[in-house]
């Protein structure tokens, strides 16, 4: 009973956080406000999101192969097809469970082709290890290339703050202390539910290391960084590539996709898929390209309930495809024997 205590406060920790910031996202919205966001979505062209659905079924294409240079050197060679619809499958099951979708691809992958567990786990924290540096230099590169427009958000949030009328400025402060002391809560909960929180980052850190050490088997690193790029480019279009679906973001450029893909990355890193998270992280990014505060939430929910319905979709078909092939497997295994 005691193990399922951390469980149980994780997932109430996860969902009270979405819900917290659903409400955050419409909490000051006026009868105005409400209009504006539903005339936005209503005269949106949704046909317009066919090729970021496009873009998106390249981007795991990439992101398998890249996948599947990093299981060859270990003797194994499962096909393509199994490695692309076990992504998918975990994609389906991030939307749910908290990183739940890298352990059931690998479950997918080590059941179906006799391959240790702990191995595939190892290939996905090199990948993660490679997505965080991709991560970060994006965001580096976006801080050079808008540092201008950066400064000037951060001086208008100051000078919102500061300007404010007494009681709106300690609000203003009450939600950051807020904030604040969640983060801090949260640390300490965990560190009390579990006694083994310093050894759980100690592995992390090995599993970083031995995930970078990993990359030296690979047959050709060439291809593993071309797949990386080509993967992120396909990220970065398909952001872009959605701003043309909605008349209010259809003149937005391709910098602002690269900002769009940045803050809706850190949105899904915080909750379970981006509900809640998400939308917001849209919102406060096209806040600098001086789009309203209903519209950029219109558009960055519009942006995660195709990425939802598309992850949903494409997770359950892919779903049912690795069952009917591992029937196929059985049968063949049994008439071998």
Same mark, same amino acid.
């Given at each position: 009973?005691?193990?399922?205590?951390?469980?149980?406060?994780?997932?109430?920790?996860?969902?009270?956080?979405?819900?917290?910031?659903?409400?955050?996202?419409?909490?000051?919205?006026?009868?105005?406000? &409400?209009?504006?966001?539903?005339?936005?979505?209503?005269?949106?062209?949704?046909?317009?999101?066919?090729?970021?659905?496009?873009?998106?079924?390249?981007?795991?294409?990439?992101?398998?192969?890249?996948?599947?240079?990093?299981?060859?050197?270990?003797?194994?060679?499962?096909?393509?097809f199994d490695l692309y619809c076990a992504l998918l499958v975990?994609?389906?099951?991030?939307?749910?469970?908290?990183?739940?979708?890298?352990?059931?691809?690998?479950?997918?992958?080590?059941?179906?082709?006799?391959?240790?567990?702990?191995?595939?786990?190892?290939?996905?924290?090199?990948?993660?290890?490679?997505?965080?540096?991709?991560?970060?230099?994006?965001?580096?590169?976006? !801080?050079?290339?808008?540092?201008?427009?950066f400064g000037m958000y951060l001086k208008n949030i100051l000078?919102?703050?500061?300007?404010?009328?007494?009681?709106?400025?300690?609000?203003?402060?009450?939600?950051?202390?807020?904030?604040?002391?969640?983060?801090?809560?949260?640390?300490?909960?965990?560190?009390?539910?579990?006694?083994?929180?310093?050894?759980? !980052?100690?592995?992390?850190?090995?599993?970083?290391?031995?995930?970078?050490?990993?990359?030296?088997?690979?047959?050709?690193?060439?291809?593993?960084?071309?797949?990386?790029?080509?993967? &992120?480019?396909?990220?970065?279009?398909?952001?872009?590539?959605?701003?043309?679906?909605?008349?209010?973001?259809?003149?937005?450029?391709?910098?602002?996709?690269?900002?769009?893909?940045?803050?809706?990355?850190?949105?899904?890193?915080?909750?379970?898929?981006?509900?809640?998270?998400?939308?917001?992280?849209?919102?406060?990014?096209?806040?600098?390209?001086?789009?309203?505060?209903?519209?950029?939430?219109?558009?960055?929910?519009?942006?995660?309930?195709?990425?939802?319905?598309?992850?949903?979709?494409?997770?359950?078909?892919?779903?049912?495809?690795?069952?009917?092939?591992?029937?196929?497997?059985?049968?063949?295994?049994?008439?071998?024997?």
């Open positions: 009973m005691k193990k399922t205590y951390p469980i149980i406060l994780k997932y109430a920790l996860v969902f009270g956080i979405i819900a917290f910031l659903i409400w955050l996202s419409f909490h000051h919205f006026t009868s105005k406000n &409400w209009e504006e966001m539903r005339s936005a979505l209503q005269q949106a062209r949704y046909i317009l999101l066919l090729p970021v659905f496009i873009l998106l079924l390249l981007s795991h294409i990439f992101r398998t192969l890249r996948w599947k240079q990093l299981v060859e050197p270990m003797g194994y060679n499962p096909p393509l975990g994609y389906l099951t991030n939307q749910f469970l908290p990183r739940g979708g890298e352990v059931i691809r690998c479950t997918v992958i080590a059941r179906q082709h006799k391959i240790p567990l702990e191995k595939l786990i190892g290939t996905i924290i090199t990948e993660r290890a490679v997505d965080l540096i991709c991560l970060l230099l994006l965001g580096v590169s976006i !801080f050079f290339i808008q540092y201008g427009l000078n919102i703050i500061t300007s404010a009328p007494k009681g709106e400025q300690i609000k203003h402060w009450l939600i950051l202390l807020g904030v604040l002391v969640t983060i801090v809560g949260a640390v300490y909960v965990i560190r009390r539910v579990s006694r083994k929180f310093s050894v759980f !980052f100690v592995r992390i850190f090995k599993g970083f290391k031995e995930g970078f050490s990993s990359i030296k088997k690979v047959r050709s690193r060439f291809k593993f960084v071309a797949f990386t790029l080509l993967m &992120w480019c396909c990220y970065i279009f398909s952001t872009w590539l959605g701003c043309f679906a909605m008349h209010e973001t259809q003149d937005l450029n391709l910098s602002c996709g690269i900002i769009l893909l940045f803050a809706g990355t850190l949105g899904i890193i915080v909750t379970p898929g981006g509900v809640g998270a998400y939308p917001i992280a849209i919102q406060q990014a096209l806040l600098l390209y001086n789009i309203n505060d209903s519209i950029g939430l219109a558009f960055g929910w519009l942006l995660w309930g195709s990425q939802f319905i598309f992850t949903t979709v494409f997770g359950t078909l892919a779903y049912i495809a690795i069952n009917v092939r591992k029937r196929n497997y059985e049968k063949h295994s049994i008439r071998t024997a």
